[in-house]
């Protein structure tokens, strides 16, 4: 979702799969873009910078076995990109929002470290998961729709929608 901490930024929201604590990532405007390109599996019509990277691993017979956020210093996240070719494991760095955008192509899981949850992570109540849950639904509902409405139209509308969304500041409409 946009930033209200910085203009032209995104909060990107990591919940702990077993757990009541988020980790709110402050991410630029195209990797937010990436990110919600993947998760709407929306096709562009050339391959942006994270599928370059799936293609060029795949045609070096590399694996991506994970994600890690591994460290904050000063607010600034750091993470790695752990991948193999089956004979040994190799661990790239990363910006975050770069390694979650190629996690997801590869569909691996992400993981952090007690450290960096208990220094940036935040706890969600009970009653604020459900209230989030609920929230998320229908977003999800609403994102279908709008995919769909997306799929529909020509580049030239597209371009213009997307135009107009970046007209309005309405970025994370821009992104979808």
């Known amino acids: 979702s946009p930033s209200s901490s910085q203009t032209g930024s995104f909060a990107l929201v990591l919940g702990e799969e077993s757990g009541s604590r988020r980790l709110p990532i402050i991410i630029g405007m195209f990797e937010a873009q990436a990110i919600a390109i993947e998760i709407e599996k929306i096709e562009p019509n050339r391959p942006m910078t994270h599928d370059l990277f799936k293609s060029f691993a795949k045609a ?34 990363a910006r975050p929002s770069d390694a979650i955008a190629i996690g997801l192509r590869f569909d691996v899981p992400i993981y952090t470290y007690e450290n960096v949850l208990s220094e940036a992570g935040i706890s969600v109540s009970e009653a604020q998961r459900d209230s989030q849950d609920e929230f998320e639904e229908e977003v999800k509902d609403e994102k279908k729709s709008f995919t769909e409405i997306l799929k529909d139209n020509p580049v030239e509308v597209l371009s213009k929608m997307l135009q107009e969304a970046l007209d309005n500041e309405e970025y994370e409409k821009a992104a979808k």
């Open 60 to 93: 070096f017979h590399y694996k991506i076995t994970s994600v890690s956020i591994t460290d904050i210093k000063e607010g600034v996240f750091f993470a790695k990109i752990h991948c193999t070719d089956d004979l040994k494991e190799i661990v790239v760095d």
